[in-house]
């Protein structure tokens, strides 16, 4: 079992960063694939990022690419999502993922409650 706790989250303008942090419980962190989900009010949820356990290969959904970085510290069982240049688009929930394929949405068995990021106009 893992416990995930998602932070960071927060009301911000257009073109501005936010960075969210997600909290692993448990010895597995190290071994696990993590990602970042999200969804909009009415929306399905999205994929935005994964990072596979070691940290070297990671995926990104296409209308963040070069906007948002995903990484992890093992050391601290934390996760991250450095979010630049954010737009209006952006906002949605934002859930903390982990699982066995870092790019394979259909992967992800362990899930936070989530956390909040607005973006104004």
């Known amino acids: 079992q893992m416990r995930l706790v998602e932070s960071g989250g927060g009301l911000v303008q257009a073109g501005g960063s936010l960075r969210l942090s997600c909290a692993a419980s448990?010895?597995?962190?190290?071994?696990?694939?993590m990602g970042w989900f999200r969804q909009a009010p009415g929306k399905e949820r999205e994929f935005v990022a994964g990072?596979?356990?070691?940290?070297?290969?990671?995926y990104y959904l296409s209308s963040v690419l070069g906007r948002f970085t995903i990484s992890r510290d093992n050391a601290k069982n934390t996760l991250y999502l450095q979010m630049n240049s954010l737009k209006v688009e952006d906002t949605a929930v934002y859930y903390c993922?982990?699982?066995?394929?870092?790019?394979?949405?259909?992967?992800?068995?362990?899930w936070g409650q989530g956390t909040q990021v607005t973006v104004s106009s």
């Open positions: 993922a982990a699982g066995v394929v870092f790019d394979d949405p259909g992967q992800y068995n362990y």
């Open positions: 448990g010895r597995t962190f190290s071994s696990k694939a």
């Open positions: 990072i596979s356990w070691p940290g070297t290969g990671k």
